[in-house]
């Protein structure tokens, strides 16, 4: 590891020594207070030590090698005997300004918020301590390493468990004396219940995390981590199992966000933070640290508090005007996975069940045998929907929408007439659904993406409203199916992206198709466009980005490989540029297309739905997933196809492999647009003079994906005059009115009155007039490429649109940011820093960091 990492540019470091101790269950205690932007608590944590296979790493073991033995040994601070003070300057001169110790009651409080926090430190990663292994080294005590970022620690102390009424059941050895050992083994009894025993399980998890402290624990913390130890305790083993950790978010925090909802009322949320979830509660990242969890959250009565969890909590009163929310998880997920979003959200419910659903309900489903579990599953013990018959066959699971008051009209019209047949459609093409109920949120306008997965609970941008029916579905299906792919199956090194997104990419075509119960052939051409257009846009990102960032397996064969202590970094995981990167979606996504043309389409979901009952529950790399391909393609279709091939021409090197032919280009549905545009053409280079009524052009009525893709091509052009944008924008009703509800016209210059019928078959969503202006109805990539034409020829008419796509479409905006800068037009420049400070304060922190470097 490098010892002069840049935090805020460079690889992501998992430091939690998860060879060594597992967290198996969290318990949250936590209260939101939006007045201070703080979210304070305390986290119970259930230990789980031995039985880890401990795997060479090439970067963070050389990282070791490099330093000085003396360096790689874990400091053991001494207990506080002398005044605090005292203390922080002799430990300041060790360059350890942030160091604390918990002992005897004391604590420092010379800091300016009086506890210990992760301070951003000049010399950013200090030392190969963090990937050292923190095992056992002679008379060293043991050290926990946990993941910690933007947090105040204030107490962290062992949990006397043994204190808990009716405990002495998960006691095996009665003839114990040594407490710590009685407590030790209480704690591993409880996590290797049977899964049968859940509800046992959760509740003594509940009791024990309310159980007394019996003694402070010594803690340390730097940029990265939380390092904890027991005085004495020299092996995982000896390290109390149950420990309690007192502490507090801070405002600024990367892992949570505090901003106003479409309606003005505040909110908080998780909104996938490249640091993951350690600036919101202490855990362990690396995806290996899978455990379970439940967390209590208190809150004004006021805010709805939505959480990833089994249940669909209902709030307890506390007391006047405080609610109490209550949820849980069985099924072993990565720490990064836990979502949270505590708002003024409403909940949205259907007027009536639709007769359209009810026929989905029955008539998409393949036979009971294709999605039923043959045999034991693979994954740790827990309580699995693949083997409960009534779940297999469940077609479409308990769902609710969620969104800000002023968009409850939004989600009426769209979002909930499409759960039902989206759901149902993804089960028809994978069978069981990993997770028995599902939460979809309408999140803040400065979400930086489209929509985000987690379990139980769905985040959508506002964006996928204002895109209509045909956005908002394609978007929710691409959410859907990281419940097999991102979640249920996740990737066991976090550079594979690909394995999360490119799966989902891949599925959330056939999902909508199924969803529309569109005939075979309207399906295929629907998919030929859409893989067109994703084609183009690949091509563009593989032009414009730095070829390291084009490779789905950057650690080729060090993929999945960890310290000995179970550390290890995630490669340009907080490179800013790859956040609003596609590649690891598209790149995948024509893998994948492939790989099934190669099957075909019946062979390789066929193959999917097996992939998906052998490694549900489990985490993977790349070849458990193309071995296994491969063992089903019958030897006349692998045409040289192999592991190694695949990796060579797709995985492991930049662009995409040679020859590679344009995708989608020849479908009927492309064609039309290469017509349409040879009339736009026409139309561009008429003289000004007016013409002789119906001499004109006559435009044909378009789908969304295609509108996309006709203006793609006229950005193409090397001008388009004004007369021309003008006429464009009439046609399409680009910046004017409801674009679902846009007429074709007859084309005959702009003093003449055109013709009009129909020109986009879409059914219209009226949004609320009181929160958004008309108009706003376009898919966001539509206004997007409109956008990019108004900024191209400098039509300054339609720089409105502009500024409304900027502050609107915040999860979009980054790139159209760009074009305003470098067109070196004073005026746009001009537009984009203004638009810029009325939304900065709003933007998340990453994206306001790459668009203050392009403006400044």
Same mark, same amino acid.
């Given at each position: ?103 005897? %009651? ?21 030392? #190969? ?43 095996? #050895? ?143 009163? *506390? ?89 409850? %009209? ?26 028995? +109920? ?34 908002? %579905? ?78 789905? +397996? ?43 043309? +190669? ?26 997933? *193309?071995?296994? *391909? ?61 013409? +002789? ?75 609320? #007039? ?87």
């Amino acid at each position: 590891m490098d010892t002069k990492l840049d935090p805020s540019r460079d690889d992501l470091p998992l430091m939690a020594n998860t060879s060594h101790i597992l967290v198996k269950h969290y318990v949250l205690d936590l209260d939101v207070d939006f007045e201070s932007q703080i979210i304070d608590g305390t986290l119970v944590l259930f230990l789980e030590s031995g039985n880890r296979s401990r795997k060479k790493s090439g970067s963070t073991e050389e990282a070791c090698r490099s330093e000085s033995s003396e360096a790689c040994r874990c400091r053991k601070p001494e207990p506080c005997h002398a005044p605090v003070a005292d203390t922080r300057t002799s430990l300041s001169k060790m360059g350890y300004s942030d160091f604390a110790i918990c002992g005897k %009651g004391e604590r420092d409080t010379s800091g300016k918020d009086g506890n210990h926090d992760n301070q951003e430190q000049t010399y950013g990663i200090s030392s #190969s301590k963090h990937c050292c292994d923190t095992g056992n080294h002679g008379s060293e005590d043991f050290l926990l390493v946990l993941d910690c970022c933007d947090l105040s620690v204030l107490k962290v102390e062992e949990v006397d468990v043994a204190a808990v009424p009716g405990i002495e059941k998960f006691t095996r #050895s009665p003839k114990l004396t040594v407490v710590s050992e009685l407590r030790n083994q209480i704690v591993r009894e409880l996590v290797t219940l049977p899964a049968d025993r859940w509800r046992e399980q959760l509740d003594y998890y509940a009791r024990c995390s309310q159980a007394p402290g019996c003694g402070e624990l010594l803690f340390d913390t730097d940029t990265w981590s939380l390092q904890i130890r027991k005085t004495g305790a020299q092996t995982a083993t000896d390290f109390p199992h149950a420990i309690r950790i007192r502490y507090r978010t801070k405002p600024q925090g990367r892992s949570v966000t505090w901003t106003s909802d479409q309606s003005g009322r505040p909110c908080v949320y998780t909104m996938g933070s490249p640091i993951n979830n350690r600036a919101f509660f202490p855990c362990q990242e690396p995806p290996v640290a899978m455990s379970t969890w439940q967390a209590t959250v208190r809150a004004a009565a006021s805010f709805v508090v939505l959480m990833s969890g089994e249940n669909s909590a209902k709030p307890t009163q *506390l007391r006047e005007g405080c609610s109490s929310w209550h949820y849980y998880v069985t099924m072993p997920m990565p720490a990064s996975t836990f979502t949270i979003a505590v708002g003024s959200w409403t909940e949205v419910k259907p007027e009536t069940c639709s007769l359209r659903d009810l026929a989905a309900k029955r008539t998409l489903s393949p036979p009971e045998a294709d999605f039923r579990c043959v045999g034991v599953c693979g994954h740790v013990a827990y309580p699995c929907r693949f083997q409960n018959p009534s779940a297999t066959t469940q077609e479409v699971i308990p769902h609710r929408a969620f969104a800000p008051v002023s968009l409850t %009209g939004a989600c009426q019209e769209t979002l909930l007439q499409l759960l039902s047949p989206c759901l149902s459609a993804a089960h028809s093409v994978l069978g069981t659904h990993p997770f028995s +109920r599902l939460d979809v949120l309408i999140v803040p306008a400065n979400f930086p993406s489209l929509g985000m997965a987690s379990p139980h609970l769905v985040f959508l941008s506002q964006s996928a409203l204002t895109g209509g029916r045909h956005l908002c %579905g394609t978007r929710l299906c691409h959410e859907i199916a990281h419940a097999w792919f991102g979640l249920a199956i996740g990737a066991r090194d976090w550079t594979e992206e690909w394995l999360s997104e490119g799966f989902a990419t891949h599925l959330e075509d056939v999902f909508w198709a199924k969803a529309q119960q569109l005939a075979p052939h309207e399906a295929q051409e629907q998919q030929e466009l859409r893989a067109s257009l994703r084609w183009r846009r690949l091509q563009d990102e593989l032009r414009n980005s730095p070829e390291q960032l084009q490779v789905l +397996r950057p650690n080729k064969e060090k993929t999945g490989h960890v310290s000995d202590s179970g550390s290890s970094v995630i490669k340009h995981g907080l490179n800013p540029e790859k956040v609003f990167m596609q590649v690891h979606y598209l790149k995948g996504y024509f893998l994948l297309r492939f790989l099934a043309k +190669r099957l075909g389409d019946d062979t390789y979901f066929s193959f999917l739905r097996k992939f998906v009952h052998t490694f549900h529950g489990q985490l993977i790399l790349s070849q458990d997933f *193309l071995q296994m *391909l491969l063992e089903n393609i019958p030897e006349e279709k692998r045409l040289g196809l192999s592991v190694e091939s695949i990796f060579r021409d797709w995985l492991e090197r930049p662009g995409l492999p040679q020859p590679q032919r344009q995708a989608g280009a020849e479908s009927g549905l492309a064609r039309q647009v290469g017509a349409e545009v040879a009339k736009w053409t026409r139309v561009n280079r008429r003289p000004r003079k007016r013409k +002789r009524r119906g001499s004109g052009e006559v435009f044909e009525k378009l789908l969304p994906d295609q509108l996309v893709l006709l203006l793609e091509h006229l950005l193409e052009q090397k001008t388009l005059n004004p007369r021309t944008l003008r006429s464009l924008e009439r046609t399409y009703c680009l910046s004017q009115q409801d674009a679902e509800e846009s007429e074709q016209v007859s084309h005959t210059g702009p003093s003449q009155t055109p013709q009009t019928k129909h020109l986009l078959e879409i059914p219209s969503v009226r949004l609320p #007039s009181r929160s958004w202006p008309p108009g706003r109805l376009l898919l966001p990539a539509v206004r997007h490429r409109w956008c990019e034409l108004i900024v191209k020829h400098k039509y300054t008419r339609a720089y409105k649109t502009v500024e409304e796509f900027l502050q609107e479409d915040q999860a979009m905006g980054i790139y159209l940011y760009g074009e305003l800068m470098v067109s070196e037009d004073a005026r746009q420049q001009q537009l984009a820093r203004r638009c810029f400070q009325l939304t900065k304060e709003q933007m998340d922190r990453c994206s306001a960091q790459v668009v203050a470097e392009m403006l400044f």
